[in-house]
DNA sequence: GTTGACTCTGGACCCCACTCCAAGGTTTAT
DNA sequence: ATAAACCTTGGAGTGGGGTCCAGAGTCAAC
């Protein structure tokens, strides 16, 4: 028994998206539905939801969608020629992952002890904006942002 | 002994972004230089090039401009009147960072067993695509994306 | 067999976040 | 004192990522 396979407006309303959108990243490659009934209707399949599920939570993160389709393209196969190929945009990826997760935890951080700090602490305001929060704790590690910082020309 | 400040080329080379981008980022409230020479030269202090970094960081982390320049503004008073509505924010924001840390987490994960299954595993491609490789480490625990999903309307 | 809710394609339009001039003033090196 | 390298403002243009029709076909219920 093969479940069911859903329109454009059910799978639209399960993801949170609009059917417009669904249509905007099928005409740029991002997603085809499974298949289309007689008359021509999008059908979509599980398999299809989650897709379209991870596309918004990467969009989310920051990837635009050329990345995500590169993310999605991703197939490790036995070929040894593409192997290669494939670990190290796979790794490249993986850097830009780890590094936005840093990001993020030093933003939370900082936020938390804002929040901390905030009514009812009794400290009153240790660190008044996020800027000076992040600074504190940065104090003698590493440094915001930075990067490899070519110089251009 | 005060640090010398830095012309917009100087900056502009400092953070890796484009002069454009500072004058852009001023027009729009994101930043101005703490002075202006005699002859209306904009000069940026070592704060305003942390502030930059932060700003990179969070739009690489996806956040908007709106969303940076709320981040930016966020200050803790003693005055008890805007404590809480600060707080409420900052607390949303926290809730916003920590969902994007797991949803990066969880593309690590992926990405981390695609690049172990792919050549010199001995496994011949465990996973093969992303979505496989999301899918398997969700079995059994809570779903991709989810959200709400108050239907609308 | 008509109404209402759904879907289709194609194209116009929109906002965001830059990016690229043009025309001119300033600074520094020679 | 003049060129090269900087800076200024203002405004136009661009690309990404949608969003919003219009006109037409489809499907289920009454």
Redesign the pocket.
């Known amino acids: 028994m093969k479940r069911p396979l859903l329109?454009?407006?059910?799978l639209?309303n399960l993801a949170n998206?609009?059917?417009?959108?669904l249509?905007?990243?099928e005409k740029?490659g991002l997603m085809r539905?499974s298949a289309?009934?007689?008359?021509?209707?999008?059908l979509y399949s599980a398999q299809d939801l989650q897709r379209i599920r991870f596309i918004l939570s990467a969009?989310e993160v920051g990837f635009?969608?050329?990345e995500i389709e590169e993310l999605l393209a991703l197939e490790v196969t036995r070929d040894e020629k593409s192997c290669q190929d494939v670990k190290s945009l796979v790794d490249e990826k993986l850097a830009t992952v780890t590094q936005r997760i840093h990001e993020l935890q030093r933003i939370k951080k900082s936020l938390q002890s804002l929040s901390d700090a905030c009514c009812g602490g009794d400290e009153p305001a240790t660190h008044c904006t996020i800027l000076e929060a992040l600074s504190d704790h940065d104090a003698g590690s590493s440094l915001v942002g930075g990067k490899h910082h070519d110089l251009i020309k």
Do not use: M
């Open positions: 329109k454009i407006g059910e639209a998206v609009s059917q417009d959108t249509r905007f990243y740029h539905p289309r009934s007689e008359a021509g209707y999008r969009k635009t969608l050329k």
